[in-house]
C-alpha cells in the first residue's frame, strides 16, 4: 500500500512538472522570442524551430502519460511507452501528416512568392559611369556633389527579391513528392501491419495468462460488490473474469488491469448453488486460465431470532409436561 501510494505522489509530481513545463514553452513564446528580429520573418528559420520545440512538448506530453499509466497500473510492458497497443503508431502516423501539411504550405508559399526580401544598398561617390550601370527602375534616390570639376553622386538603390529558379522549383517538387510517399508508407505500414500479419498465417500466438491467488476466497448468497484483487501475470487487457460452476457464473466487474494484477468488484446473487466456484480470466486475444476452487459460496448467515418466525413465549408450547399439569 505505501508503495502504491509512493508511485501516485510521483504522478502527481510529475504531472504538475509537465504542465509547467508546457506552459512555459507557450510562455516564452515557443523559444521565437529569443531570435533575433532580423530573423524573425525568415521561415528557413522560424520552422525548424517550431518543429523542434513541439517535438520537445509532446515527449514530454508522453513521458507523463508514460508515468501515469504506471501509477494506475494500467501500462504494458509489451507495448512502446507501456501506452495502449496502437497508441504510437496512430501518433507517429498524425505527426507525419501535420509534418507533410506544414511543409506542403511553405514549399508552395515559396514556389509562388518571391525568394527573399528586397535589398537596399547605399553607393557613396560613384562615378557617372558606375551609376550608369545601375538599372534605372532601381535607382530610388540620387544626390550630386561637385569637388571641382569633378561630379560624384551618392546613390540609393533597391534590388528586388529574386524569383525562383527553375532548378529549385524541380527541387521542390521533388521534395514534396519524397516526403508524401514516405507518409504513405509509414502510416500503411503502421496501420496494416496486423492486416498483412493475418493475410500471411503469422499472426501472433495467443497469450497465456497465469492466475496465481485472488484476495477473496468466500462469500455468502446475497453478498454487496466487494473489492477483488487478482495477482498472476501475464494479463493483457481480460475482457472476461468471472467465477464458473458449471453452468452458473458469476461476473466480476469494473475491471481494471496491468501485466500483473486485476481488480475489480465481485457481487453475489442471493439464487446459486453453495459451491466453489473455478475462477476465469480470458484475455482480450483469448488467452485463458482457469484456478479451480479458488472461491467458495455459503449459505446466508440466519440469525438466532428471525423476525419472520418470531419465537413463542409460551412456556406450554414448549413444554408438553407443563400442559398435562
Known amino acids: 500500500m505505501k508503495a502504491s501510494k509512493n508511485i501516485s505522489w510521483i504522478a502527481v509530481f510529475f504531472a504538475i512538472l509537465t504542465v509547467l513545463i508546457l506552459v512555459g514553452i507557450v510562455w516564452k513564446g515557443y523559444g521565437l522570442g529569443y531570435i533575433p528580429a532580423r530573423h524573425m520573418e525568415n521561415p528557413d528559420i522560424l520552422l525548424p524551430i517550431l518543429i523542434s520545440v513541439s517535438a520537445v512538448g509532446l515527449l514530454i506530453s508522453l513521458a507523463f502519460l508514460a508515468v501515469s499509466f504506471s501509477a494506475l497500473e494500467l501500462s504494458d510492458r509489451n ?34 512568392s518571391p525568394v527573399g526580401s528586397a535589398i537596399y544598398k547605399e553607393y557613396i561617390g560613384i562615378s557617372e559611369a558606375q551609376l550608369d550601370a545601375i538599372p534605372e527602375a532601381e535607382v530610388i534616390s540620387i544626390r550630386v556633389r561637385t569637388e571641382g570639376e569633378e561630379k560624384t553622386f551618392n546613390v540609393t538603390r533597391r ?83 468471472k467465477l464458473v460452476r458449471g453452468s452458473d457464473e458469476i461476473p466480476i466487474e469494473e475491471i481494471s488491469a496491468s501485466e500483473t494484477r486485476i481488480r475489480g468488484k465481485l457481487a453475489i446473487p442471493e439464487k446459486k448453488p453453495t459451491k466453489k466456484y473455478e475462477l476465469v480470466v480470458v484475455n482480450k486475444d483469448g488467452g485463458e486460465d482457469r484456478l479451480a476452487d479458488a472461491f467458495e459460496v455459503k449459505d446466508k448467515v440466519v440469525s438466532a431470532q428471525d423476525p419472520q418466525e418470531p419465537v413463542d413465549s409460551d412456556p406450554s408450547a414448549q413444554d408438553p409436561s407443563a400442559a398435562q399439569g
Open 79 to 112: 507495448q512502446a511507452l507501456g501506452l495502449p497497443e496502437g497508441s504510437v503508431r496512430a501518433l507517429i502516423a498524425l505527426l507525419l501528416i501535420i509534418l507533410f501539411v506544414v511543409i506542403s504550405i511553405y514549399l508552395y508559399g515559396r514556389l509562388r
Open 159 to 241: 534590388i528586388p527579391p529574386s524569383e525562383g529558379s527553375e532548378a529549385s522549383q524541380r527541387f521542390a517538387e521533388q521534395v514534396l513528392t519524397t516526403i508524401s510517399t514516405l507518409v504513405v508508407s509509414i502510416a500503411a505500414f503502421y496501420f496494416g501491419v496486423r492486416s498483412v500479419e493475418a493475410a500471411r498465417g503469422i499472426v501472433t500466438s495467443t497469450s497465456i495468462p497465469v492466475i496465481r491467488s485472488i484476495s477473496l476466497t468466500e462469500g455468502r448468497l446475497g453478498d454487496a460488490a466487494k473489492d477483488v484483487e487478482i495477482l498472476g501475470k501475464n494479463f493483457d487487457s481480460p475482457k472476461t473474469v
